[in-house]
């Protein structure tokens, strides 16, 4: 397997900034691109010349504005072939691989997955060879690999501690190298997810925008300025510590009455079987609670005045301009997405800009989608810091 991505490689910052909005955004008129980017004519064919020599960016066959054929500009508008490359996504669970394979757009052209028989990271990284060999198969262009998975990663390369994995200090990305070939990135899933629906879903375009998953765990993402704000300690028990009522149900995991006691899958589960002694999915309890049970419609209602306040309280502070919630756990807001709501109001000024709160039915290939962003963020566009 080789890789199609060296030849774009390096970018200066400002090629980089081209690429990106073209990626985005286009196609552009060269007109539109330089007014975007604030750049003079000159500056802009300094920069897009050697993107479309390299192949990144081509000129479609399109008529230009009638502003760019009077000034004499070029009036194809640029744009890049978002099939020229391949990229693999892998969302790791403590049981599944859910692997996709996306255009150079993110857009999801192949899905495949197979079931974790062993956490043990050599056989981890035999599976994920393996299902890439597969899926190289039918996509040979592939330019590189993303892999997200649930803890701290260092060096989007290290998985520094995965609860769900029970890992520490495993070198993914290299032992992934190994076997394929192929360049390989590795990242927290939730920031993954957040480059993702910032570049392509809920957030483009916005300059303020949050992502706050709920399922297995909490998760928390904040963009300003378009750009993803990494945090000090990447996935270290957001909402474990986050206590919404000091007086709410003590669970395995989090504190007395913390958002993560109150919200997550494993502990809503961990309630109900607790007052009943019986254990149910999560999507029984939901459609129970929808029925009028009495626990479960207990518990999924202190789930949402859970999260409206979580809501609430990121409102309040982080003034995004849009919240997304996503995750395994967003049927929740089907049931009680009322209780969501009113307490989010109740727990606002009343003259407060009312919160913009999207709901994504999303499911584990999302997360994979998010992976393959960040490879073609890293591998074809080149690190932000580079």
Do not use: C
Request: hydrophobic share 45%.
């Amino acid at each position: 397997m080789t890789t199609g991505a060296a030849s774009w490689l390096p970018l200066s910052p400002g090629e980089r900034s081209v690429a990106i909005e073209v990626l985005v955004n286009g196609p552009l008129s060269r007109t539109e691109l330089a007014r975007r980017l604030a750049l003079s004519a000159g500056s802009l064919t300094r920069l897009t010349k050697p993107l479309i020599e390299s192949g990144l960016l081509i000129e479609v066959a399109e008529a230009g504005t009638a502003a760019e054929v009077r000034q004499g500009r070029p009036s194809q508008p640029l744009d890049v072939v978002a099939e020229s490359r391949s990229f693999i996504g892998f969302k790791i669970t403590e049981d599944m691989v859910y692997g996709v394979i996306t255009t150079l757009r993110s857009d999801i052209i192949d899905r495949y997955d197979r079931p974790l028989t062993g956490l043990a990271p050599a056989q981890v990284a035999d599976l994920l060879a393996e299902m890439t060999t597969r899926l190289a198969r039918a996509h040979p262009r592939l330019a590189g690999i993303g892999i997200g998975v649930g803890g701290l990663v260092g060096e989007r390369s290290v998985v520094r501690e995965s609860p769900f994995l029970k890992w520490r200090d495993v070198p993914l990305a290299e032992l992934v190298e190994e076997r394929t070939g192929l360049p390989v990135v590795v990242e927290n899933d939730v920031a993954a997810l957040v480059e993702s629906e910032t570049w392509f879903g809920a957030g483009r375009g916005l300059d303020r925008f949050v992502v706050l998953t709920i399922g297995a765990g909490i998760g928390y993402g904040l963009v300003l300025g378009g750009k993803r704000v990494p945090p000090a300690e990447e996935d270290r028990g957001f909402g474990r510590h986050w206590i919404i009522d000091p007086h709410g149900p003590l669970t395995p995991d989090g504190a007395r009455g913390s958002a993560e006691s109150l919200l997550t899958i494993p502990n809503i589960r961990f309630q109900i079987r607790a007052a009943t002694g019986r254990d149910r999915s999560y999507e029984e309890i939901l459609a129970l609670a929808d029925a009028g049970e009495p626990m479960p419609a207990r518990v999924i209602k202190e789930a949402a005045r859970a999260l409206g306040i979580l809501v609430s309280h990121i409102a309040n502070f982080a003034m995004p301009q849009k919240i997304l919630l996503a995750g395994e756990g967003v049927g929740l807001m089907d049931v009680a997405g009322d209780t969501v709501r009113a307490t989010v109001r109740a727990h606002r000024h009343p003259m407060a800009t009312p919160v913009v709160l999207e709901t994504k039915v999303s499911d584990f290939h999302d997360w994979a989608r998010g992976a393959a962003v960040l490879a073609i963020q890293i591998l074809v566009l080149g690190s932000p810091e580079s």
